[in-house]
Every structure is written in C-alpha cells, then in structure tokens.
C-alpha cells in the first residue's frame, strides 16, 4: 500500500537511507542519519510537498518524495523528486509504482515540473526514470566527491 510518511516512519526510513549513505555513492550524504533526523526531514517536507511510502503490512519498503528545487518564488512549480528501496526490493517493480503514485500526487498538487538529480553511473535509477517519461537535461562532472572519487551529477526532468 502506498500512503503518505508518518513521522511514526522515521526510523524505518533512516534503516532504508543509510545503506545508501554508509555503502553508495548515490546519495553525497556521508554520515548516517538517526530517526530524530529523519523525523524532523519528513516534517519540514510535509509542510509543502509529498513524501509517500510503500507499507507492506507495516514493514516500509522504499520512499519517495520530493522537495523545494530552487528558492526563488519564480521555481515554486518545480520540485526536485528523490526515491529510495530497501536494498532487497530493488528491481521487483516497487519502485515505479512507487515514483508513479508520487508523480500523480505532483500533478494533483499544481507542479509542473519534477527534477531528478542522480549520482552517475547509475543505469538501474537512469532506467527507472526514463522509463517514467523523463528525459536527461544535464550533465555536471565531478559535482561531488565521496569515497576518494569525483562523481557526476545529471538531471532529468519531466513536465507534469
């Protein structure tokens, strides 16, 4: 069932993120985050935008949500998106429903615009958001530094 986060999800949430921060260079985090933290994210998301979860009988298997793209009123239609799957529920199809639900949510609330920026390489996430209808917009090299390495950032975007 795909229903809105609650900050009841936290630690939940944290437990799926932090494979991702300590093993990954998809997210530029570096250190774990505790559920305090990831509490007070999904507070300050939700006075705006949407964060959805994927509950199976109370087990949360992945999260998608999506956050302020740019400050400036002018962005106000635009939001970055961002998805994140326990690492056992990657490529069973949890994911674009997941993104889909998130998107439809997107349109419902009057966004025009979705953004998602992903760490490169990174084919599996590449897939799942051209398959969705986004396309690539850009290309930033050496953007972030993690594990001893520069890694690229691109963009895609879909209009809502």
């Known amino acids: 069932m795909i229903r809105p986060a609650f900050?009841?999800?936290?630690?939940?949430?944290?437990?799926?993120?932090?494979?991702?921060?300590r093993d990954t260079t998809i997210t530029f985090e570096e250190e774990p985050v505790t559920a305090e933290?990831?509490?007070?994210?999904?507070a300050k998301v939700t006075e705006a935008y949407p964060w959805l979860v994927w509950d199976e009988g109370g087990r949360i298997l992945g999260?998608?949500?999506?956050?302020?793209?740019?400050?400036?009123?002018a962005?106000?239609?635009?939001?970055?998106?961002?998805?994140?799957?326990?690492?056992?529920?990657?490529?069973?199809g949890v994911g674009?429903?997941?993104?889909?639900?998130?998107?439809d949510e997107l349109r419902r609330r009057g966004f025009h615009l979705a953004l998602g920026g992903l760490a490169l390489p990174n084919e599996p996430s590449?897939?799942?958001?051209?398959?969705l209808g986004f396309t690539k917009a850009g290309h930033m090299h050496e953007a972030g530094w993690k594990f001893g390495r520069w890694i690229d950032?691109?963009?895609?975007e879909r209009l809502l």
């Open 7 to 21: 900050l009841s999800d936290a630690q939940a949430l944290a437990d799926i993120y932090n494979p991702y921060i």
């Open 37 to 42: 933290e990831m509490a007070g994210r999904i």
């Open 63 to 73: 999260y998608a949500y999506s956050s302020v793209w740019r400050a400036r009123a």
């Open 75 to 92: 962005y106000r239609h635009a939001t970055e998106t961002a998805i994140y799957l326990s690492m056992e529920h990657r490529g069973r």
């Open 96 to 103: 674009t429903q997941l993104y889909e639900a998130l998107l």
């Open 126 to 131: 590449v897939r799942l958001h051209e398959r």
């Open 153 to 156: 950032v691109g963009f895609w």
